[in-house]
């Protein structure tokens, strides 16, 4: 069955980075299209980016276009999202997710305060 287990969430102050990772197992890793969603307190949860199997087409949300970085590993089947220049609307619990599977893993909270 689908485990997807995020970590590397944290306390960062405005400006700074943080690189979350989600490690996967249970299903054909590489096959599979992955997102990162987030979701910010009394917010709806949000797409924020997604990559294909290969690793070759990458999409963003706009309002984290050319901060974040999104990436994957499928020797590892682990998934990666690289955040630079954080800032306080980011702050939320961050998501890795299958495309089309209906599960969530438990998240990582990520605080982006001074």
């Known amino acids: 069955q689908v485990q997807l287990v995020e970590s590397g969430g944290g306390l960062v102050q405005p400006g700074g980075s943080l690189r979350l990772s989600c490690v996967a197992s249970g299903f054909s890793f590489s096959a599979k299209i992955m997102r990162w969603y987030r979701q910010a307190p009394g917010k709806e949860r949000e797409l924020v980016a997604s990559?294909?199997?290969?690793?070759?087409?990458?999409d963003y949300a706009d309002a984290v276009k050319g901060r974040f970085t999104i990436s994957r590993d499928n020797a590892k089947a682990t998934l990666y999202l690289q955040m630079n220049s954080l800032k306080p609307e980011d702050t939320a619990v961050y998501y890795c997710?299958?495309?089309?599977?209906?599960?969530w893993g438990q998240g990582t909270q990520v605080t982006v305060s001074s």
């Open positions: 990559i294909t199997g290969s690793g070759g087409t990458t």
């Open positions: 997710k299958v495309r089309y599977v209906a599960y």
